[in-house]
Each structure stands twice: as C-alpha cells, then as structure tokens.
C-alpha cells in the first residue's frame, strides 16, 4: 500500500525534486525564441492564429495532434504572436516532465527519485524537444504519467489515481498520433511483466492473478465508471470540432453539440485510421533499417549515458539475488519497444523519435545514477580513495557529456552539423528573414496584398488557406507562412511570369523558390533579392523586397 501524503508538509525529496523542475524550466526558457521555427512548428503556429481569428478548429491527423493547438492558442492570445510564445506552453510541460518521477516513490528510492527527475530534466534530446512546438514530449510524458497512475492503482493506491490515469491516456492520445504508439509499447511492456511473473517459483497461477485484478475492478465499479467518463470527457474536449465561421457541428455551438460529441467520439478514429493507416505516408510503408539506424545514432549522440546506465541496470537488476524490480523491467521493456516499433510506424525520420525511448530509459538510469552516487558515498565514507575517484572520473564524464551535447545541440546555431535539427529546420541565417520581415512590408493596413508567392509549387488559390483543408503547394509556404500571418499581412499568388505582368500594383515583398530567380528578377524592377535556406537542405527561397 502506498501511504497518504495528505496535509503533509513536502518533505526534502520533494523539494529537490521541485528544485530540478525550477532548474529544467530555466534551461528550457534560455533563448527559447531565438531559433526560426521548424516547419512543423510554423505549421502548428499558423493554424492557429487562424483558430483564434475565426474561431474554427477540426482534428486534422496530418497537422498532428488537437492538443498542441489548445495549448497554442491561448499562448499566442496572451503573450503575443511570437516564436517564444508559440513554444512557451511546450517548454513549460517538458520543464514539469521532472515532477512526474514523484509518481514512482512507492516503488523507487528517494535518491533514485532524485536520480529519476534528473535525467528528465537534463537529457539534451528532452531538452531540445522539450521546448518545441511539436506533441512528441507531451505524448510520451502523458505516457510515463499514466505508468506512474498504473503502478499506485496495481499497489493499492486511492480511486484518484484511476481518475488521473484516465486522463493521461487520453491526453497521450490527443498529443500525436504517436502517442497511441507510445501506449501500445507500454502496454507491451505490461504484458511481459506480467507474464515473466510467472517463471518465478513464488508467483502465482496467471489465471489467479487475473482473477484478483477483476475481482478488484468488479469491487471498484463506480471508480472505475467514473474514470472511463474522465476520458471520454477529456477525450471529446480535445477532438470535438468548434465551428467558427463555417457550417457544421461544433462543441460550443448551441444545437450542434451532440454533433461536435460524436465527431469527437468516432470520426476522429476513422481520420486518424484512414491517414495514418489506410492512406499512410510515404506510399503507406518505408524501409525499417535505415530509420532504426537513425534512431539507434540520435540515442548515440545525445543519450548515450542514459543508454548505458539503463542496459547496466536492467542486467544487475534481472540477474542478482532478488529477483527483478517489476517498475525498471517495465521501463526497459517499454524502451526496447519503442526501439523496435516506433521507427517502424513513424512517417518520418527524425531524431524527436528519440524521446520515445529517452523517457522510459530514465527511470532504470535514474536508479543507475542514485546506485553511483551511493557507491561514491559509500567509498568516501571509509576513505577508500581510488573508488571515490572512479565515481567521480564517471559523474563528471556523464556530466561533461551531457553538457557538451546541449551546449552544441541546443544552444547552438541550427546548420547541417547539428545533429538534433530535423532537416526542415531553417538554417540560422534564416533569422533575417524573421527580424526584417516587418519593415520590408510596413503598414498592413493598405490596399493590395502584403506578400506574393510566386511559382506553382506555392500557388495557392485565394482563400484556399483560410480553412483546413488546404492544397499541397501551401506546405512549400512554411515555414515562411507563420511569419507572413502573425504580421496580419495580406497574401496574393501567381504561377506564371503573365500573371505576374498582368498585376496592376506590385506588394512589398515576393517569395520565391531559388529557382524561379531569373524568371521573376526582370519583373520586379527596383527590388532586392535576398535568397536563404528555408531547411537545412535542399529548399531555398529569394525574397524579393522593393527598395
């Protein structure tokens, strides 16, 4: 049974942990918006001013999970229309991501709850992540909160827990559609668990152990009533429609409720099956090795004491007397089925995959990291000097490490060194674009588009980009289309050199692909070109801006 902590005053492990938190925060926020926004945020950011203008939003499986634009929104609302805004409420959760290891503490050790929390707040891919607008870290973190719900309910623990494990699955699911992944590999995890309980002399039959755990859900029915409503609730709150402008259901639109529920309820499974099963990109398969091998080489840079501390830690606690610990199997399982099937289900290869397996593998290296320390302890204590220098050889090339990685990965310029960048991050020299954008456009108020986009891989039909869905040619847009948008700039197209002729008045500013340069240069006489990386490879743009 896990003992009540109500009304108690927070004792030093959760302070320290708190402490951690705080810590994880401040290196989270540090030049937060200095970075250009990756496509996929610039996505994530136009969307949603657009919902905050029209008040419109439908889940969309290709634009990600619904949650990252409810956090979104009111970020952009209150604190501007900005990259650090944008990225606040992401950066904010991955800084709390620490707290959860407090779930755990009826199964690990103070020290290795301290150990936990510290490798959720330092580890650079969870810090670089961690502060993205993207729904990988709040998907495998709502993840390791409903493992951490799961084992206070399997121990005992009060009817809150069930609740709130109810609420982290759903909230998993609404994160990205990887975090069905995620649930799954966790669920894989369980199952091996439960079923290597029985190779112990000690264990009971499985039908037995079944027959408990009925037995307990059939004498907590109205908890466990109460929870499936939990999510539902939540469930619906993330994926039902708001209408807005357009016609159709939507949650806060009276007579339309009941219309908004079951949108929620079904049609988002049968979107989230039809673009991420039936019609799945690229050409509904990939091949598996070479995104392993990604993966397996993000963990090598950025995780590899993680890594190491994790696999020691597994083998001393599987094979020492005792018996394996059921919550570090657990984990290692869940990470090894990350491993195995999310670069199998992924649509992309990215190094955020790595979140995936980072997470689960912190709590066996936290505990690895506490043993460590208790070791050092423990040889300084009886003066035992070449071990305390052993310890401390090793906490310093973990610490140096992992430092060396943030410093470089995460605070350092985004080019095509840079490991932890995707490739649709733009290049830092991007930046200028950001920085000029305002003046090179000036008053927003004036007759006429504010911005063309020239060439038919950007054509874009006029009001084809007020609402999802929108043509393919809007993606080359990004994430240039953020930037042109929270300037509440007016935007034109034109795919042919006539119809760029034929316009009685030309905008401010012209993007192009680099391509096009020669073709749309003799047209815009006494203007400037600037060209710049709009990813890291392969795509570049000129901006064409009148002198």
Not at 210 to 222: C, D, F, I, M, Q
């Amino acid at each position: 049974m896990i003992p009540s902590r109500a009304g108690r005053r927070p004792d030093r492990t959760t302070l320290a942990v708190v402490a951690l938190a705080a810590a994880a925060l401040v290196v989270r926020l540090v030049g937060l918006g200095d970075r250009p926004l990756h496509w996929d945020e610039a996505r994530v950011g136009y969307w949603s001013l657009r919902s905050l203008e029209t008040g419109f939003f439908s889940y969309r499986p290709v634009a990600g999970g619904p949650l990252v634009y409810h956090l979104s929104r009111p970020s952009l609302a209150l604190v501007g229309a900005t990259d650090f805004a944008l990225r606040l409420p992401f950066a904010l959760f991955g800084a709390a991501l620490p707290l959860a290891a407090l779930l755990f503490r009826g199964r690990l050790a103070d020290d290795e709850v301290l150990g936990f929390a510290a490798v959720l707040a330092a580890n650079p891919i969870l810090v670089y992540y961690g502060r993205f607008a993207r729904g990988d870290v709040l998907a495998v973190g709502f993840a390791l909160v409903a493992f951490g719900f799961a084992l206070r309910l399997v121990d005992g623990a009060g009817r809150r827990n069930a609740y709130g494990l109810a609420a982290a699955l759903a909230l998993a699911v609404a994160s990205s559609g990887l975090g069905v992944v995620a649930l799954c590999c966790l669920g894989v995890a369980g199952l091996l668990v439960f079923d290597h309980a029985a190779l112990l002399p000690s264990a009971r039959p499985a039908a037995m152990r079944l027959g408990e755990y009925a037995a307990r859900v059939r004498g907590a029915a109205t908890p466990v009533a109460r929870a499936l409503l939990v999510f539902v609730a939540v469930y619906v709150v993330a994926f039902a429609p708001r209408a807005g402008d357009t016609d159709g259901a939507g949650l806060y639109t009276p007579g339309t409720v009941l219309g908004a529920v079951d949108a929620a309820l079904f049609d988002s499974v049968r979107r989230f099956v039809g673009v991420r099963v039936v019609d799945r990109y690229p050409d509904g398969t990939h091949e598996y090795l070479p995104y392993l091998g990604d993966l397996l080489g993000t963990l090598a840079l950025a995780a590899l004491p993680v890594v190491v501390l994790g696999a020691a830690v597994f083998l001393v606690d599987r094979y020492t007397a005792g018996g394996p610990r059921s919550e570090v199997s657990a984990a290692v399982y869940w990470a090894g089925a990350s491993l195995v099937f999310v670069p199998m289900l992924t649509e992309v290869s990215a190094p955020w995959l790595g979140v995936y397996v980072v997470v689960p593998l912190a709590l066996p290296a936290g505990v690895g990291l506490a043993a460590l320390v208790r070791w050092g302890r423990r040889a300084f204590d009886s003066r035992d000097a070449p071990r305390v220098a052993a310890a401390v050889i090793v906490l310093l090339a973990l610490v140096v490490q992992t430092g060396a990685v943030a410093s470089s990965e995460v605070y350092g310029p985004s080019d095509r060194d840079a490991e932890l960048a995707q490739f649709a991050q733009p290049s830092a020299e991007f930046s200028s674009f950001r920085d000029n954008l305002s003046a090179w456009v000036g008053p927003t108020d004036d007759e006429g588009p504010d911005v063309l986009y020239y060439g038919s891989s950007m054509y874009v039909a006029d009001g084809a980009a007020d609402y999802p869905p929108v043509p393919e040619s809007w993606g080359e847009r990004l994430p240039m289309a953020w930037y042109v948008e929270r300037l509440g700039a007016d935007t034109a197209s034109a795919a042919t050199p006539e119809a760029l002729e034929s316009r009685s008045s030309m905008p401010p500013v012209v993007i192009a692909p680099a391509d096009e340069r020669g073709t749309v240069a003799p047209l815009l006489d006494g203007y400037v070109a600037h060209q710049y990386d709009s990813g890291l490879w392969g795509r570049s743009v000129v901006v064409f801006v009148k002198n």
